[in-house]
């Protein structure tokens, strides 16, 4: 028997995009580039907000997902990807920070 939906459960969802992780990895990688850079926490913030609305999500809903997706991410592909549109972000946010 399926249970009924209830708006609370929402609550106790996890979900997971794995190219945040992909991002919050190579952070190091893409920092090494820029080393005048800003690294404040809303500079930070910018370049991962940036390179992650660059880039297309994929959520898994379990550990086992979660682990599957890891493994589909080492891609080469995927990676090249991510370094990209952190270097873009990266690039833009240096020239331009937003922090007080």
């Known amino acids: 028997m399926a249970e009924k939906f209830n708006k609370d459960a929402l609550k106790e969802l996890t979900v ?6 992909v991002v919050d990895e190579q ?7 820029f080393p005048g850079a800003c ?3 809303q ?3 910018d370049i991962k907000a940036m390179a992650l609305n660059g880039l297309k999500p994929h ?15 080492s891609d080469m592909i995927i990676k090249v990807d991510v370094l990209r549109a ?3 972000a ?3 946010v240096t ?3 937003h922090h007080g």
């Open 16 to 21: 997971t995009n794995i190219m945040e992780l």
């Open 27 to 33: 952070f190091p990688v893409v920092m090494q580039k």
């Open 39 to 41: 690294c404040c926490k």
């Open 43 to 45: 500079c930070l913030s």
């Open 59 to 73: 959520y898994v809903s379990s550990e086992r997902g979660n682990l599957f997706e890891r493994i589909n991410t």
């Open 86 to 88: 952190m270097t873009e």
């Open 90 to 92: 990266a690039e833009k």
């Open 95 to 97: 020239s331009h920070p």
